[in-house]
């Protein structure tokens, strides 16, 4: 079994390998056959999928909407922020970060079928749900 690196882009890669030699010290630091092994020929082959129209096969529509929740769950979440910092609201806690998960989480269920129990950081969930 040989590895061939010569014409690597990766400078760091040249080298790395010493083809001629079959002694273990000689290759990389980690966990290696014995040099006596034999390994069978095997060709590795992958397809790249065609380009996505719809992202998740989600129409257009449904993705400006996700947005829109997941904005307006990022605004309200800031503006508590500063009410906070003015002094205004005792406390906030943020959900920032996780907008995303709660809004396809919110997206992913049925309204008038499931029922969730939001807890202090759930607004984008909320949201999605109809929380005015």
Do not use: C
């Not at 010569?6 to 083809?19: C, E, R, S």
């Not at 257009?60 to 929740?69: A, F, Q, S, V």
């Amino acid at each position: 079994m040989t590895t061939e690196v010569t014409n690597a882009p990766d400078k760091a890669v040249q080298g790395a390998f010493n083809p001629q030699s079959t002694a273990v010290s000689d290759q990389l630091p980690g966990h290696y056959p014995p040099p006596s092994a034999t390994f069978e020929a095997t060709t590795i082959s992958a397809q790249v999928a065609p380009s996505s129209t719809d992202d998740a096969g989600l129409p257009p529509e449904t993705l400006i909407d996700m947005y829109r929740h997941l904005a307006l769950a990022r605004a309200l979440d800031e503006r508590m922020w500063q009410l906070n910092r003015s002094g205004t609201a005792a406390f906030i806690v943020s959900g920032q970060g996780h907008e995303g998960a709660q809004v396809g989480a919110g997206f992913a269920l049925e309204r008038g079928i499931d029922f969730l129990l939001p807890y202090y950081r759930d607004l984008a969930l909320s949201l999605v749900f109809g929380l005015s």
